[in-house]
């Protein structure tokens, strides 16, 4: 799904050329060496501000536990001979993911915990869409049931304007989609296994995502983490948000109440009685709730509704139409929303800010962090102490 990060500039992010063209074979950038800081977007030499109106009281882990968290998809250029991955030491790129998702969602953790974020060659927009595409089309062409249909469903699929240069027929292309998944998927493994060897140090690990990047987390997991024993030890939390993940993983469960431990927590936010997985294709999707953490699929309170995390008016027109950084956030706005999980998905069931139904669509991909930033904290916070007995 498409990573917008903020709903006012959805015209500005979905806009085609209609001169674009695809090369299939463009190489790669230069590849991460992970010993040096300087290709991490944050460490513990790099800490994320907190919103600038936000009082800090919480607990400190710091040297109990780190945070690894992989950023969502920012780059949408692999188009006219450019790289379908992106160059992690162009500083747009390296402005992008500072703005876009540092500030908004790897900021929950900061403070609490140490965050490593590693930059990484990640696959563009389209081109990880046509990716999970193939790989869905792929499995239904091999299902007993669903192949009968697959025509309808390849149909349906690629009548999506970001997927109107591509074919699921073209096997050389989707070859190198593929290929460019990969790379950004080595990329994120490279440098977890750099920050154990050269950083961890014994503490505890959270592993955090959001769209693409919760994809390369869900791999990380069931590759890496689970199947070494003393890595798995270290896993205390996964927050594997914004794509539908599955409850598969080999001893590593959802988490049901608001002080599970050593389980995940999943969900993508839409709209009221939206729900992208009420089908033969999709199948025991996680949807945590992240106002309630239970899993008893009750709507939750609106008095239990912390806070968003959003910019303001004037932020938001200093980003889009002057190409400005915007800068610390304000966290505002408690008390006026509420959601309830069904069969997969988050779905809002009452927002009351005017400046965000404005925009109300039946997908919150982009703000599945801002909308319930203060929540994840505060219960972070409180999965932790109960934890470590503090």
Not at 44 to 52: Q, S, T, V
């Amino acid at each position: 799904m498409r990573s917008y990060y903020f709903l006012f500039v959805v015209l500005l992010l979905l806009s085609c050329n209609a001169s674009r063209y695809l090369v299939s074979e463009t190489g790669f950038p230069k590849a991460p060496d992970y010993k040096y800081m300087k290709n991490w977007a944050a460490s513990p030499k790099k800490e994320i501000p907190l919103p600038f109106n936000y009082i800090d009281s919480l607990k400190d882990f710091k040297s109990k536990v780190d945070v690894f968290y992989v950023y969502p998809t920012v780059y949408y250029s692999g188009y006219n001979g450019n790289f379908w991955n992106s160059n992690p030491e162009d500083q747009n790129h390296i402005n992008r993911v500072n703005t876009l998702t540092l500030h908004n969602q790897a900021s929950i953790f900061s403070g609490v915990t140490n965050v490593y974020a590693p930059f990484y060659r990640q696959i563009f927009y389209d081109g990880i869409y046509y990716h999970i595409s193939n790989e869905i089309l792929t499995k239904i062409a091999l299902d007993p049931k669903l192949k009968k249909d697959f025509r309808s469903y390849r149909d349906e699929i690629f009548s999506s304007k970001s997927l109107e240069l591509f074919t699921y027929e073209n096997n050389k292309l989707r070859s190198y989609a593929k290929e460019s998944y990969d790379l950004a998927y080595n990329d994120v493994k490279r440098a977890f296994l750099k920050y154990l060897e050269n950083e961890n140090k014994g503490k505890k690990i959270i592993i955090a995502g959001h769209s693409q990047g919760t994809l390369h987390a869900v791999r990380l997991i069931k590759d890496v983490i689970l199947p070494d024993e003393k890595i798995k030890d270290k896993l205390l939390l996964a927050y594997l948000v914004g794509m539908p993940v599955k409850d598969d993983f080999r001893g590593f469960l959802p988490c049901n109440t608001p002080e599970d431990i050593n389980c995940f927590m999943s969900w993508t936010t839409h709209g009221e009685n939206i729900n992208p997985f009420d089908n033969e294709v999709y199948s025991n999707i996680v949807a945590t709730n992240p106002i309630t953490f239970s899993s008893d699929l009750k709507t939750s309170n609106i008095s239990n509704h912390k806070g968003v995390l959003m910019p303001n008016f004037f932020q938001m027109f200093k980003y889009q139409a002057l190409k400005l950084p915007i800068g610390k956030v304000k966290l505002k706005k408690e008390n006026k929303i509420r959601v309830q999980s069904e069969n997969g998905a988050l779905q809002v069931k009452e927002l009351n800010i005017p400046l965000i139904k404005i925009f109300e669509k039946e997908d919150f991909h982009a703000i599945d962090y801002n909308l319930f930033w203060l929540n994840i904290r505060e219960n972070l916070n409180y999965r932790l102490s109960k934890y470590f007995n503090e």
